[in-house]
Protein backbone atom coordinates (compact mmCIF):
# COMPACT_ATOMS: atom_id res chain seq x y z
CA UNK A 1 0.00 0.00 0.00
CA UNK A 2 2.81 2.00 0.56
CA UNK A 3 4.48 1.57 -2.59
CA UNK A 4 1.01 2.54 -4.49
CA UNK A 5 0.58 5.66 -2.51
CA UNK A 6 4.29 6.70 -3.33
CA UNK A 7 3.94 5.85 -6.77
CA UNK A 8 1.01 7.80 -7.12
CA UNK A 9 2.55 10.70 -5.35
CA UNK A 10 5.03 10.19 -7.52
CA UNK A 11 2.65 10.24 -11.03
CA UNK A 12 0.88 13.29 -9.42
CA UNK A 13 4.33 15.53 -9.07
CA UNK A 14 5.62 14.32 -12.63
CA UNK A 15 1.54 15.36 -14.27
CA UNK A 16 1.85 18.91 -11.93
CA UNK A 17 5.69 19.69 -13.21
CA UNK A 18 4.82 19.11 -16.98
CA UNK A 19 1.49 20.75 -16.51
CA UNK A 20 3.55 24.02 -14.99
CA UNK A 21 6.13 23.48 -17.76
CA UNK A 22 3.47 23.85 -20.46
CA UNK A 23 2.08 26.75 -18.56
CA UNK A 24 4.92 28.75 -18.51
CA UNK A 25 4.66 32.24 -19.11
CA UNK A 26 7.07 33.36 -22.23
CA UNK A 27 8.64 36.83 -21.59
CA UNK A 28 8.93 39.32 -24.97
CA UNK A 29 10.37 42.54 -24.95
CA UNK A 30 9.78 45.18 -27.53
CA UNK A 31 10.73 48.72 -27.17
CA UNK A 32 7.49 51.11 -27.56
CA UNK A 33 8.69 53.64 -29.04
CA UNK A 34 9.51 52.69 -32.81
CA UNK A 35 5.88 53.28 -34.35
CA UNK A 36 4.34 51.55 -35.89
CA UNK A 37 5.97 48.64 -35.03
CA UNK A 38 6.12 49.33 -31.43
CA UNK A 39 4.85 52.55 -29.39
CA UNK A 40 2.93 52.60 -26.21
CA UNK A 41 -0.76 53.92 -25.71
CA UNK A 42 -1.67 57.04 -23.27
CA UNK A 43 -2.96 54.28 -20.64
CA UNK A 44 0.76 52.21 -20.96
CA UNK A 45 -0.30 49.72 -22.98
CA UNK A 46 1.73 48.33 -25.95
CA UNK A 47 0.62 48.47 -29.65
CA UNK A 48 1.93 48.28 -32.86
CA UNK A 49 3.03 45.79 -35.76
CA UNK A 50 5.38 43.67 -33.57
CA UNK A 51 3.04 43.74 -30.77
CA UNK A 52 0.12 42.20 -32.98
CA UNK A 53 2.64 40.27 -34.32
CA UNK A 54 3.76 38.83 -30.94
CA UNK A 55 0.09 37.89 -29.71
CA UNK A 56 -0.66 36.05 -33.36
CA UNK A 57 2.84 33.65 -32.87
CA UNK A 58 1.70 33.26 -28.73
CA UNK A 59 -1.84 32.57 -30.39
CA UNK A 60 -0.36 29.87 -32.62
CA UNK A 61 2.15 28.47 -29.97
CA UNK A 62 -0.81 28.18 -27.98
CA UNK A 63 1.23 29.86 -25.26
CA UNK A 64 0.82 32.08 -22.64
CA UNK A 65 2.70 35.35 -22.84
CA UNK A 66 3.33 38.28 -21.56
CA UNK A 67 4.85 42.05 -23.48
CA UNK A 68 7.04 44.53 -21.77
CA UNK A 69 8.39 47.75 -22.88
CA UNK A 70 12.17 47.90 -22.79
CA UNK A 71 14.43 50.62 -23.67
CA UNK A 72 16.05 50.18 -27.15
CA UNK A 73 19.74 49.98 -25.75
CA UNK A 74 19.36 47.99 -22.83
CA UNK A 75 17.03 45.37 -24.65
CA UNK A 76 19.59 43.07 -25.71
CA UNK A 77 21.81 42.61 -22.28
CA UNK A 78 18.15 42.79 -20.76
CA UNK A 79 17.43 39.23 -22.86
CA UNK A 80 21.02 38.10 -22.33
CA UNK A 81 20.20 38.90 -17.87
CA UNK A 82 16.98 36.61 -18.40
CA UNK A 83 14.76 39.69 -17.98
CA UNK A 84 12.55 38.30 -20.79
CA UNK A 85 12.93 35.33 -23.00
CA UNK A 86 11.93 36.89 -26.47
CA UNK A 87 12.84 40.17 -27.82
CA UNK A 88 10.27 40.92 -31.22
CA UNK A 89 10.97 44.78 -31.45
CA UNK A 90 11.89 45.46 -35.38
CA UNK A 91 15.43 44.19 -35.03
CA UNK A 92 17.42 43.17 -37.87
CA UNK A 93 19.46 40.57 -37.97
CA UNK A 94 23.26 41.30 -38.15
CA UNK A 95 26.31 39.53 -37.88
CA UNK A 96 27.48 41.49 -35.02
CA UNK A 97 24.02 41.13 -32.59
CA UNK A 98 24.77 37.34 -33.82
CA UNK A 99 27.56 36.93 -31.50
CA UNK A 100 25.43 37.81 -28.70
CA UNK A 101 22.20 36.37 -29.19
CA UNK A 102 20.53 34.05 -31.49
CA UNK A 103 17.56 34.85 -34.07
CA UNK A 104 14.66 33.17 -35.59
CA UNK A 105 13.98 33.33 -39.37
CA UNK A 106 12.69 36.85 -40.36
CA UNK A 107 8.48 37.95 -40.36
CA UNK A 108 9.48 40.85 -42.39
CA UNK A 109 12.05 42.42 -44.67
CA UNK A 110 13.49 46.19 -45.12
CA UNK A 111 15.47 48.73 -46.78
CA UNK A 112 16.91 52.00 -45.05
CA UNK A 113 15.27 54.80 -46.81
CA UNK A 114 15.93 58.92 -46.14
CA UNK A 115 13.83 61.60 -45.84
CA UNK A 116 14.44 65.60 -45.73
CA UNK A 117 12.62 68.86 -45.18
CA UNK A 118 9.81 69.60 -47.70
CA UNK A 119 12.06 72.94 -48.54
CA UNK A 120 15.48 70.76 -48.66
CA UNK A 121 17.52 70.67 -52.13
CA UNK A 122 19.07 67.54 -51.69
CA UNK A 123 18.71 65.64 -54.83
CA UNK A 124 19.80 62.03 -53.62
CA UNK A 125 20.52 59.75 -51.16
CA UNK A 126 24.20 59.24 -52.61
CA UNK A 127 27.17 60.26 -50.38
CA UNK A 128 28.16 63.31 -52.70
CA UNK A 129 24.55 64.48 -52.34
CA UNK A 130 24.71 64.49 -48.43
CA UNK A 131 28.13 65.34 -48.17
CA UNK A 132 28.56 68.33 -45.08
CA UNK A 133 25.23 68.00 -44.52
CA UNK A 134 23.73 66.58 -41.15
CA UNK A 135 21.88 63.32 -40.94
CA UNK A 136 20.11 61.94 -38.36
CA UNK A 137 19.62 58.24 -37.11
CA UNK A 138 18.12 56.37 -33.72
CA UNK A 139 21.25 54.80 -32.26
CA UNK A 140 22.22 51.38 -31.61
CA UNK A 141 20.37 50.43 -35.12
CA UNK A 142 21.17 49.54 -38.42
CA UNK A 143 20.76 52.55 -39.73
CA UNK A 144 22.89 54.32 -37.15
CA UNK A 145 25.92 51.72 -38.31
CA UNK A 146 24.80 52.70 -42.31
CA UNK A 147 24.88 56.46 -41.58
CA UNK A 148 28.39 56.48 -39.12
CA UNK A 149 30.41 53.92 -41.19
CA UNK A 150 29.25 54.90 -44.50
CA UNK A 151 28.02 58.59 -44.53
CA UNK A 152 30.01 59.55 -41.39
CA UNK A 153 33.54 58.24 -42.54
CA UNK A 154 32.94 60.13 -45.88
CA UNK A 155 32.36 64.02 -44.28
CA UNK A 156 28.99 63.69 -43.48
CA UNK A 157 28.07 64.98 -39.81
CA UNK A 158 25.89 62.19 -38.24
CA UNK A 159 23.54 62.88 -35.15
CA UNK A 160 22.42 59.79 -32.86
CA UNK A 161 19.06 60.04 -30.91
CA UNK A 162 17.86 57.38 -28.33
CA UNK A 163 14.95 56.86 -30.03
CA UNK A 164 13.33 57.33 -33.71
CA UNK A 165 10.75 60.42 -32.31
CA UNK A 166 13.71 62.32 -31.17
CA UNK A 167 15.18 62.09 -34.15
CA UNK A 168 12.44 62.94 -36.16
CA UNK A 169 11.48 65.78 -34.05
CA UNK A 170 14.68 67.58 -34.74
CA UNK A 171 14.18 67.36 -38.22
CA UNK A 172 10.99 68.72 -38.04
CA UNK A 173 12.65 71.82 -36.12
CA UNK A 174 15.77 71.99 -38.45
CA UNK A 175 18.43 71.30 -36.47
CA UNK A 176 19.15 68.21 -39.02
CA UNK A 177 19.92 68.33 -42.70
CA UNK A 178 18.15 64.67 -43.36
CA UNK A 179 16.86 61.27 -41.73
CA UNK A 180 17.74 57.71 -42.30
CA UNK A 181 15.57 55.16 -41.03
CA UNK A 182 13.82 51.50 -41.99
CA UNK A 183 11.79 52.33 -44.79
CA UNK A 184 8.35 51.61 -43.62
CA UNK A 185 8.74 53.42 -40.31
CA UNK A 186 9.75 56.50 -42.79
CA UNK A 187 6.55 56.03 -44.71
CA UNK A 188 4.62 55.67 -41.51
CA UNK A 189 5.78 58.75 -40.15
CA UNK A 190 5.21 60.94 -43.60
CA UNK A 191 1.69 59.57 -43.53
CA UNK A 192 0.93 60.90 -39.76
CA UNK A 193 2.80 63.38 -37.74
CA UNK A 194 5.74 64.34 -40.50
CA UNK A 195 2.94 64.94 -43.21
CA UNK A 196 2.91 68.80 -43.51
CA UNK A 197 6.83 68.95 -42.80
CA UNK A 198 8.27 66.22 -44.72
CA UNK A 199 9.22 64.50 -47.50
CA UNK A 200 10.74 60.80 -48.90
CA UNK A 201 13.61 61.86 -50.39
CA UNK A 202 14.46 57.85 -51.21
CA UNK A 203 15.82 54.47 -50.69
CA UNK A 204 19.24 53.81 -49.71
CA UNK A 205 20.59 51.04 -52.06
CA UNK A 206 22.26 47.91 -50.81
CA UNK A 207 20.70 48.22 -47.08
CA UNK A 208 17.39 45.52 -47.14
CA UNK A 209 17.88 43.60 -43.86
CA UNK A 210 15.90 40.99 -42.74
CA UNK A 211 13.71 41.42 -39.21
CA UNK A 212 14.18 38.49 -36.48
CA UNK A 213 13.15 37.48 -33.09
CA UNK A 214 15.95 37.28 -30.84
CA UNK A 215 16.35 34.63 -28.89
CA UNK A 216 19.13 33.63 -25.55
CA UNK A 217 21.82 31.60 -27.05
CA UNK A 218 21.24 27.98 -26.29
CA UNK A 219 17.01 28.44 -26.40
CA UNK A 220 17.05 25.96 -29.04
CA UNK A 221 13.93 24.63 -28.37
CA UNK A 222 12.10 28.60 -28.07
CA UNK A 223 13.86 29.19 -31.22
CA UNK A 224 12.56 26.73 -33.09
CA UNK A 225 8.90 27.45 -31.56
CA UNK A 226 8.60 30.31 -32.95
CA UNK A 227 9.67 29.32 -36.55
CA UNK A 228 6.84 27.08 -36.93
CA UNK A 229 4.46 29.75 -35.54
CA UNK A 230 5.98 32.26 -38.19
CA UNK A 231 5.83 29.70 -41.20
CA UNK A 232 1.94 28.77 -39.86
CA UNK A 233 1.01 32.57 -39.70
CA UNK A 234 2.45 33.41 -42.84
CA UNK A 235 0.69 30.16 -44.53
CA UNK A 236 -2.68 30.67 -43.21
CA UNK A 237 -2.76 34.53 -44.44
CA UNK A 238 -2.69 36.23 -40.33
CA UNK A 239 0.71 37.81 -41.12
CA UNK A 240 -0.72 39.07 -44.22
CA UNK A 241 -4.05 40.65 -42.09
CA UNK A 242 -1.64 42.14 -39.41
CA UNK A 243 0.85 43.94 -41.92
CA UNK A 244 -2.63 45.38 -43.83
CA UNK A 245 -3.51 46.79 -40.78
CA UNK A 246 -0.60 49.04 -41.16
CA UNK A 247 0.89 49.19 -44.62
CA UNK A 248 -0.89 48.76 -47.87
CA UNK A 249 2.07 46.54 -49.46
CA UNK A 250 3.93 43.24 -48.58
CA UNK A 251 6.75 43.52 -46.12
CA UNK A 252 7.37 39.88 -45.73
Known amino acids: MK ?9 IVALTSAAGAQEATI ?30 LCEEMKAKCT ?8 II ?18 EDRKKQIDFTNKYYTT ?19 LKDKTVGAQAGTTQAIYATDVYGKAGVDVKLYPTQDEAAADMTNGRIDALISDKFV ?37 REKFNKAIDAIVANGTHKKIVAKYFPFDIY
Open 3 to 11: KLLLFSAAV
Open 27 to 56: RIATEGAYPPFNTLNADGTLAGLDVDMANA
Open 67 to 74: IVAQDWDG
Open 77 to 94: PGLMAKKYDAIIASMSIT
Open 111 to 129: PLAVAVPNDSTLAGVAIAD
Open 186 to 222: VVDWLNNAGKDCCKMLGDVPGTETEAGIGIRKGDDAL
